[in-house]
């Protein structure tokens, strides 16, 4: 049987469900309905047939949508006469031939009889449940009613079809009802929203259907974990606060005006794309091919702004006038406040009194952009520290407040939202490739990882990509058995921090272990929960590297190529005295950074 993807609405989503190969994809016209299509449908493949579908519909509307959009076919929902039909299939002003799928709903009966007038004037019959409404009802009817189907017409099966069906429709397959079932039609049991589709939930039909294993999901899932990390561990106080973000994220980021002021200030304000730079010098001395992805040229040097972009608009539509966040290295702090003061939106962050030390130029610059610094006192002083200090403020003024998390951490849907916003940087690896190499898939994707939020992003539209290797590279600080170390894949374990479950340092009784790092964006003692599912079931290579082993290779960029990297970036770039690569290999690396931040760090270890 084909199959059919029914409602589709928001363009992105589109390309996502069409890369799944489905015969069909449908474009509802009705204006009452909620998944009405009223966008611009992106270039799909020849093999997807585009299907738009009209209830009791002018002829002429019709024929003009069909020519617009350059439909494949039409399905025709209402009370459309068999005339009508023939109409439309044979009428010459339209620019091709098209399919004509006439629509019977079925509830306690059906009387077979209806079709024989249309016999001779549609291509395919569909039945669907009658609702209050045409289409989208959610619910199933007896398919066995279609045992006393007297055509030979190949026919649709639509009506409430879901995951929970897949045992029902193989049974069906085996029946004789199903001897002319051509396809099926799916539509609201597949959805995040209305015409908004879970592109995960529909492979998983896809596969169950045709008996293949599943391929290990590395994506959310509609619970908020990655495997077994991830989730949402959170007072009760601050409850609707997730909850509202939960239930609108999707949504809002699907909206085509959202999708568009987005993206015009990542060109416009950001400077994206960034670019893809090939780096001879480097690559000639490891003897393989290094490219860098330049986030470092980024406005505000790092990769961080791509995500607060996204999260000062999401707030906006939220109705949300405070904006708080933590940061470490101060990137994400400088992110923030940058696009609060664009905005004009009040911004308190919180970092850790040791950081504040060591990276003054940042907070010079969070002050310069109207930010109200606020250090964290306790504990360690870092990272950690702050985001508790950000989560308290949060739980004491829920209703005004969005906090901006800058890490790919925190409770759902923080680490997929943060993680989608940050996808921008393998979306343009992958094209940049395509102009340099010819392909678009490198051999590896490396990067440095603390929560992981830059990491994310590279590995984004990769992570299923079987043939592309992932590297994440951790701070070992003073040596992994040092007592002084940040290596959370080698020294954590399962436990909750920050509102998810994920890979924690902590103690036998569960107390969280202080982390060290030379780095102030990498000293955190838990990992982001997609990170923690890729270290558990082997997706990503992890890697330590220490202070010296950083400082090393950062300073080597400075000579080789001319770049001052962050020493968060210098991390990942010290994995090429660690690992040997192939000549032909390509290796992609986030430049999640650039150094001005670090200057001082740079000075003192080697005493320029």
């Not at 009791?56 to 509307?61: A, C, I, P, R």
């Not at 209305?194 to 509609?222: R, W």
């Not at 009784?509 to 599912?533: C, F, K, N, R, W």
């Amino acid at each position: 049987m084909k199959l059919k993807v029914c409602g589709m609405k928001y363009q992105d989503n589109m390309e996502q469900v069409a890369a799944l190969q489905p015969d069909y994809l449908g474009f509802i016209f009705y204006e009452k309905s909620p998944r009405h299509f009223d966008t611009k449908i992106p270039e799909l493949p020849e093999s997807i047939k585009k299907t738009g579908v009209f209830v009791n519909e002018d002829l002429n509307t019709v024929i003009e949508q069909v020519n617009k959009f350059k439909l494949d076919a039409v399905q025709l929902h209402g009370e459309e006469s068999p005339f009508y039909c023939n109409m439309l299939r044979t009428t010459k002003l339209l620019s091709k031939p098209i399919e004509v799928i006439k629509v019977f709903s079925v509830k306690d009966g059906f009387n077979f009889e209806v079709l024989k007038e249309f016999e001779n004037v549609c291509d395919y019959y569909l039945f669907d449940t009658k609702g209050k409404l045409p289409g989208g009802n959610g619910y199933t009817f007896d398919w066995s009613l279609l045992n006393d189907y007297p055509s030979t017409k190949p026919f649709f099966l639509s009506g409430g079809i879901g995951l929970d069906q897949v045992s029902d429709i193989k049974k069906f397959k085996e029946s004789e009802a199903s001897k002319y079932c051509y396809a099926l039609d799916i539509n609201s049991k597949f959805e995040i929203a209305p015409g908004l589709k879970n592109v995960a939930i529909i492979k998983e039909f896809q596969n169950k259907l045709s008996n293949k294993t599943m391929q290990e999901n590395y994506n959310v899932d509609d619970k908020g974990y990655y495997g077994d990390f991830g989730g949402a561990y959170i007072p009760e106080m601050l409850y609707p606060n997730v909850e509202e973000l939960r239930q609108n994220y999707l949504k809002v980021m699907a909206e085509p005006d959202f999708k568009n002021e987005f993206d015009k200030l990542l060109k416009d304000y950001v400077g994206r794309p960034s670019p893809l730079y090939f780096a001879k010098r480097l690559s000639e001395k490891y003897n393989t091919k290094i490219y860098l992805k330049r986030e470092d040229l980024n406005h505000t040097g790092a990769h961080k702004i791509n995500n607060t972009i996204g999260q000062i608009l999401m707030a906006k539509r939220l109705g949300k006038k405070r904006i708080i966040a933590e940061t470490g290295a101060g990137q994400h702090g400088v992110a923030t406040a940058t696009v609060c003061a664009l905005m004009g939106l009040e911004c308190i962050v919180y970092m850790g009194e040791i950081d504040i030390a060591r990276q003054a130029p940042n907070v010079a610059r969070m002050k310069m952009l109207g930010a109200k610094v606020v250090p964290a006192l306790s504990g360690s002083r870092t990272l950690k520290d702050a985001t508790n200090e950000a989560i308290r403020d949060w739980i004491n003024n829920p209703v005004n407040t969005h906090y901006i998390i800058g890490s790919a951490i925190g409770p759902h849907p923080y680490p997929d939202m943060v993680t989608r916003f940050q996808s921008v940087i393998s979306e343009e690896i992958k094209w940049q490739l395509k102009e340099q190499e010819g392909r678009e898939n490198p051999d590896y994707v490396a990067a440095c990882i603390g929560g992981g939020s830059n990491a994310a992003g590279t590995y984004y539209h990769f992570l299923h990509e079987e043939d592309v290797k992932i590297i994440a590279v951790e701070a070992a600080g003073l040596g992994v058995d040092s007592g002084e170390s940040a290596a959370t894949s080698v020294l954590g374990k399962e436990g909750i921090i920050h509102g998810c479950k994920t890979l924690l340092m902590q103690t036998n009784d569960g107390q969280i272990t202080e982390p060290y790092s030379i780095s102030a964006g990498l000293d955190y003692p838990g990992v982001g929960p997609m990170h923690a599912h890729l270290c558990k079931t082997g997706r990503a290579e992890f890697l330590s590297i220490t202070d010296d082993e950083a400082m090393k290779a950062g300073l080597e960029l400075c000579e080789l190529e001319g770049i001052i990297p962050a020493i968060e970036s210098s991390h990942a770039l010290a994995i090429f005295e660690q690992k040997q690569f192939k000549p032909d290999d390509v290796v992609v690396m986030s430049l999640s950074g650039r150094g001005d931040k670090d200057l001082q760090n740079y000075i003192d270890y080697f005493r320029i």
